[in-house]
């Protein structure tokens, strides 16, 4: 009977550490680390930055690219035409989305180096929340990116999400550029053209 019980305890915690590590590693906390956690967790940067995945109970947030942005390997087809009220779309992913801006795809949050914010400084990233521009002076940061909302954080927020951002597990995933508006790339052929 003992021996039962011992071997019930080892399978326990052997089947407690598989189920640990399918999950990400867990950053490590400090204070800014800690804060920055609570305020992307509760802003939705999960909702447009983590792609959903089908799973067997219907699709579900992939935290094995968690915030990593739309999925380089996934290429979208262009973007149906807006039509009287619908005037946006969204791929599956929910990383994607297609409007009058163009079609604008999540960013990679993650600190990967080449592909993500791990080459920023918190500063660029404050600056960029701060100017509604990509690295704080290049191209606009397009819908559904709440920036209007973004910019009431303090800089201390800012830094602290930017901190929560570079503990978390890097993801090297290169999002595409965005596609500029149907309308306008067909006025631009049509002046290439004349």
């Given at each position: 009977?003992?021996s039962?019980?011992?071997l019930?305890?080892?399978?326990?915690?052997?089947?407690?550490s598989?189920?640990?590590?399918?999950e990400p590693?867990?950053?490590?906390?400090?204070?800014?680390?800690?804060?920055?956690?609570?305020?992307?967790?509760?802003?939705g940067c999960h909702?447009?930055?983590?792609p959903?995945?089908?799973?067997?109970?219907?699709?579900?947030r992939?935290m094995?690219?968690?915030?990593?942005?739309h999925?380089e390997q996934?290429?979208?087809?262009?973007?149906?035409?807006?039509?009287g009220?619908w005037?946006?779309?969204?791929a599956?992913?929910?990383?994607?989305?297609?409007g009058?801006?163009?079609?604008?795809?999540?960013?990679?949050?993650t600190?990967?180096?080449?592909?993500?914010?791990?080459?920023?400084t918190?500063?660029?990233?404050?600056?960029?929340?701060?100017?509604g521009?990509?690295?704080g002076r290049?191209r606009?940061i397009l819908?559904p990116m709440p920036?209007?909302?973004?910019?009431?954080?303090?800089?201390q927020?800012?830094t602290a999400?930017?901190?929560y951002l570079?503990?978390i597990?890097?993801?090297?995933n290169?999002?595409?550029v965005?596609r500029?508006p149907a309308v306008?790339?067909?006025?631009?052929?049509?002046?290439?053209g004349?």
């Amino acid at each position: 009977m003992q021996s039962l019980k011992m071997l019930v305890r080892i399978a326990f915690v052997v089947a407690a550490s598989f189920a640990r590590a399918a999950e990400p590693p867990a950053p490590a906390m400090n204070a800014d680390v800690t804060r920055g956690k609570y305020l992307v967790d509760t802003s939705g940067c999960h909702d447009c930055h983590t792609p959903f995945k089908m799973t067997p109970n219907g699709p579900a947030r992939d935290m094995e690219r968690m915030l990593s942005g739309h999925p380089e390997q996934l290429e979208l087809p262009p973007a149906p035409a807006a039509n009287g009220p619908w005037l946006v779309s969204m791929a599956g992913t929910g990383t994607a989305f297609a409007g009058p801006w163009g079609t604008s795809f999540a960013a990679n949050l993650t600190a990967d180096k080449d592909t993500g914010l791990g080459k920023w400084t918190s500063r660029t990233f404050i600056d960029t929340i701060r100017t509604g521009r990509h690295l704080g002076r290049g191209r606009e940061i397009l819908p559904p990116m709440p920036i209007p909302v973004y910019k009431n954080f303090t800089d201390q927020d800012l830094t602290a999400i930017f901190a929560y951002l570079q503990s978390i597990p890097a993801v090297k995933n290169k999002v595409p550029v965005p596609r500029a508006p149907a309308v306008a790339t067909a006025a631009a052929n049509n002046a290439a053209g004349s």
